[in-house]
C-alpha cells in the first residue's frame, strides 16, 4: 500500500483491538484487503463493479465497538469481500457506498430503470381490454 491516496483504513480487531495482520483500505476506485505477516496475500476490488453492500453485527461486536461489512460485486476473483470486525462499520458503508457510486457514475456504468408514461399505460390497458 504505497502511494495511494487513501480515503479510510482500518485492520481487523480482536476485542477492539486492531491487534491483527489484516489489514483494509478504500482509495477512489479500489478497495484493498491485505492479509499475512510473513506470507502476504493482496487483494483488490474495484468499485464499479460492486453490486450490494451489507453490514452485520453481532451482540459480541457491538461491545466493543465493531462490526463486519460484506461488499458482493461482479468481481471474478473475489466476488465476496468481508471487511471483519472493523471499527464503526455503517459509516464505513455509507463511505464505501458513496465511493461506489461515484465510480459508477464516472464509468458511465449506470444502468437506468424503463419508464413508461402513463399514455404508453393507459394504450397497454386497452390492448389487454380488446
Known amino acids: 500500500m504505497s502511494n495511494i491516496s487513501y ?4 485492520r481487523k480487531r480482536y476485542f477492539g483491538l486492531p491487534l491483527s495482520f489484516t489489514r483494509y483500505a478504500l482509495s477512489e ?30 451482540l459480541w461486536q457491538r461491545i466493543f465497538g465493531v462490526g463486519t461489512v460484506t461488499v458482493l460485486s461482479s468481481d471474478k476473483s473475489s466476488p465476496t469481500l468481508v471487511l471483519k470486525n472493523i471499527k464503526d462499520p455503517l459509516a464505513v458503508k455509507e463511505q464505501l457506498h458513496t465511493q461506489v457510486e461515484e465510480m459508477k457514475i464516472r464509468r458511465r456504468m449506470r444502468v437506468g430503470e424503463i419508464m413508461t408514461s402513463s399514455a404508453d399505460d393507459d394504450e397497454e390497458m386497452d390492448d389487454e381490454r380488446v
Open 29 to 58: 476506485d479500489r478497495l484493498f484487503l491485505s492479509q499475512g505477516l510473513l506470507s502476504i496475500r493482496d487483494d483488490e476490488l474495484l468499485l464499479y463493479r460492486v453490486r450490494d453492500i451489507q453490514t452485520s453485527r453481532s
Open 7 to 10: 480515503l479510510w483504513s482500518d
